[in-house]
């Protein structure tokens, strides 16, 4: 296993280079949740409508009592004052592992084949590619995000070029529209950390010579796809990878209409076969 590694180009800056930070061991702990953005609404009848706008992951990045001690503080010193301006960083838990690239075809619910690029940053982090055994992250673009954790395995594609991924359990959801990112789990190209973290310290020390790492951040899914996804390369129709996804009102798949019994009248003597009940939705919230 790898090291856990940081890149980033120091911004801002008019020069671009390329600046890495190598922990020199793994991490200690990482964590890991998604957040979601969601609106339920409720018709008059009593049922229960939900929509999905945006979905992020959340990850918390930790490494107890760092090897190197100061110097490595003072590198990341150097990491907090660049993404505390809002810029990103790619960052691997496990620096062979430094895997990311896009669909080159549709994936549906039960593939067990899915067609890739080559590994789209191996410009930063060199020829990295994932075997049989790792997992990846499948990921779809916002709103409504899907995505899916599968393990692989078998593999044809190479970092530098495309090729197909054997899965050991097939696709879950639909992967056919617009943009749709894959990537080694534990593998982030476009960190970011939120506002409301800025001003604490990424590092802190005991007694001036045991230093430990603790910083949460999480994609920016618009540079993420971006960065992977060439324009004109995405999957499918643009417009309709944009729209929210509520064809399916409920765990049971019906449509979000009830039936009366045939032949059955109201009181004011309309005959109704369908009654479709209003789906409720509310808009992105920026």
Do not use: C
């Amino acid at each position: 296993m790898g090291n856990a590694k940081f890149y980033f180009y120091p911004q801002p800056s008019i020069t671009s280079f390329l600046e890495t930070i190598d922990l020199g061991e793994p991490l200690a702990e990482l964590f890991s949740e998604f957040e979601i953005d969601a609106q339920d609404g409720v018709s008059y009848t009593g049922r229960r409508y939900r929509t999905v706008s945006r979905i992020s992951e959340v990850v918390r990045i930790q490494r107890d009592r760092m090897i190197s001690g100061e110097d490595k503080a003072a590198e990341l010193m150097t990491l907090q004052s660049h993404i505390d301006r809002g810029y990103s960083t790619l960052f691997a838990a496990d620096l062979d592992k430094a895997y990311a690239t896009h669909l080159t075809r549709p994936a549906r619910a039960g593939d067990t084949v899915i067609f890739v690029a080559s590994n789209v940053v191996r410009s930063i982090v060199g020829n990295k590619i994932v075997t049989a055994g790792d997992y990846l992250m499948i990921e779809s673009q916002n709103p409504n995000m899907r995505y899916q954790q599968v393990e692989v395995q078998s593999i044809t594609a190479t970092a530098t070029a495309g090729g197909t991924i054997t899965l050991v359990n097939p696709i879950a959801f639909d992967f056919d529209r617009g943009s749709v990112s894959v990537r080694h789990y534990r593998f982030w190209p476009t960190l970011k950390r939120p506002v409301e973290n800025v001003g604490s310290n990424m590092v802190t020390n005991e007694r001036g010579f045991l230093f430990s790492l603790d910083v949460i951040m999480t994609p920016d899914y618009a540079e993420l796809h971006s960065l992977l996804i060439p324009v004109g390369e995405e999957l499918g129709s643009l417009e309709n990878a944009l729209q929210f996804d509520n064809s399916v009102d409920s765990p049971l798949g019906t449509t979000g209409k009830i039936s009366v019994a045939d032949g059955i009248t109201d009181q004011f003597g309309s005959g109704l076969n369908i009654i479709s009940e209003p789906n409720l939705t509310f808009p992105t919230r920026q």
